[in-house]
């Protein structure tokens, strides 16, 4: 079956924003949540997810006629971890100061249910090129939400970004949200944002057609 | 001695796995709508916890010293295969267990903190009965943290001063970085020693 390019665009599309994986569809949160207590931590995480999750959904979706059917999650969880297990050694031994401030979040990606989710929805029945393409937008989409969060909550917590500092030395950093606290707090205040625009945006379009109505 | 109960008081209330290290949070916001089930999950990750703590340290002790990097792999291997033999076990020994369990027990190989615990113990190299106390205290600090969210999940739900756009899961994170603020004070528990 042909498909067009438009089609692979749209893919792509719809991880960076309408299908996004954290803001939308709330998953991959552990991770997500532990280490963005700084921007380059974040995007230091953000890129290994995007490595892991474009590697597995090639090979799954490039194996899905030979996977058995009832043992597929097993077969999936074994290809994320061989990624997984790259990835952290890799880290190691390129960088061994930012694998060290990750830590155990490395492994823990295998558990990250945004991963295992892609490739059950969506690498697992369709064409090596589609699945990639999807597992592209949507890592890139999980990086955004990663970086968002964690420039949020370095800019507050420390009043720097990239450990650059911005407001000069009277700032009194909040550091309530470089801790654990904080995650929590700038993660359901951004949702809350995101519902607030959502909302905004619906009434703004029933307004518009209520207009139109009235105008016939 | 002594050791001991810091490592079960730090996983329980210090260093709880859900509210300062953000492990298990899909379970912590999904299943924490009702006070009863939230109180069974609990209970069922405790089990497995100190099943896994055991696993891991097995595997440690005797296999992965000649192969390392089959660590990951070999835990979630493990982890998954002895959720279902449980779920197997239990079902045949005491149905009434099993029922009361449903769906949570097979949701448990997802749960990261399960994996998370395994990585933890093996990262400090903690010994047999040390990893045995730390998934009790890991185990129980969920627990804790999963029936206080629902206990306010709860609350909130009757409450009609809440406006809509903030109810779900926005205003679930923000109970729960109130709830975690308040464990920060635990931190304190230890300092003098």
Redesign the interface.
């Known amino acids: 079956m042909p498909r067009t390019k438009e089609n692979a665009y749209e893919e792509f599309v719809k991880g960076l924003w309408r299908d996004n994986p954290v803001f939308v569809q ?1 998953l991959g ?6 280490v963005t207590n700084s921007a380059i931590n974040a995007i230091a995480m953000g890129l290994a997810t995007f490595f892991v999750l474009v590697g597995s959904s090639l090979l799954v979706s490039s194996l899905r006629r030979w996977i058995p059917k009832q043992i597929r999650i ?1 077969c999936y ?2 290809i994320i ?2 990624f ?2 790259v990835t ?2 890799t880290l190691q031994a390129l960088v061994p100061k930012v694998h060290k401030e990750l ?2 979040f490395i ?2 990606i ?4 945004m991963i ?1 989710g892609r490739q059950e929805a969506f690498a697992a029945k369709h064409s090596v090129r589609l699945a990639v393409i999807d597992a592209l937008g949507m890592a890139s989409g999980f990086m955004f939400a990663l970086f968002t969060l964690g420039a949020v909550r370095e800019i507050l917590g420390e009043g720097a970004l990239f450990g650059v500092s911005l407001f000069g030395a009277d700032f009194e950093p909040w550091i ?1 949200m470089i ?7 700038t ?3 951004l ?2 944002f995101f ?2 625009v959502k ?1 905004r945006k619906q009434q703004m379009i029933a307004r518009l057609a209520e207009a139109e109505g009235e105008a016939q | 001695m002594s050791d001991l109960v810091w490592i079960f008081v730090s996983a329980l209330l210090i260093n709880n796995f859900v509210l300062s290290y953000f492990l298990g949070l899909c379970p912590f916001l999904g299943v924490s709508s009702r006070l009863d089930t939230a109180f069974r999950l609990g209970l069922a990750n405790i089990f497995v916890m100190l099943i896994t703590a055991f696993c891991a340290w097995f595997l440690n002790t005797y296999i992965l010293i000649h192969a390392p990097y089959l660590r990951l792999i070999s835990f979630i291997v493990v982890i998954a295969s002895t959720v279902q033999f449980i779920e197997m076990v239990i079902k045949k020994l005491s149905p009434a267990l099993f029922r009361a369990l449903g769906i949570f027990l097979p949701l448990i190989t997802t749960n990261c903190a399960i994996l998370g615990l395994a990585i933890f113990a093996t990262n400090r190299g903690y010994g047999l009965l040390e990893g045995m106390v730390f998934a009790l205290g890991a185990g129980a600090g969920f627990t804790l943290a999963l029936v206080l969210m629902a206990g306010l999940r709860e609350e909130v739900e009757m409450a009609t001063e809440v406006p809509a756009l903030i109810r779900g899961t926005a205003m679930n994170l923000i109970i729960a970085g109130i709830l975690s603020m308040a464990f920060m004070g635990f931190a304190g528990l230890f300092s003098s020693t």
């Open positions: 709330v949160m552990c991770p997500m949540l532990a097993s969880i074994i971890a061989t997984v297990t952290d050694f830590g155990a492994p823990l295998v558990a990250n249910c295992l309530i801790l654990p606290p904080g995650g929590f707090l993660l359901g205040l949702l809350l519902s607030w909302e």
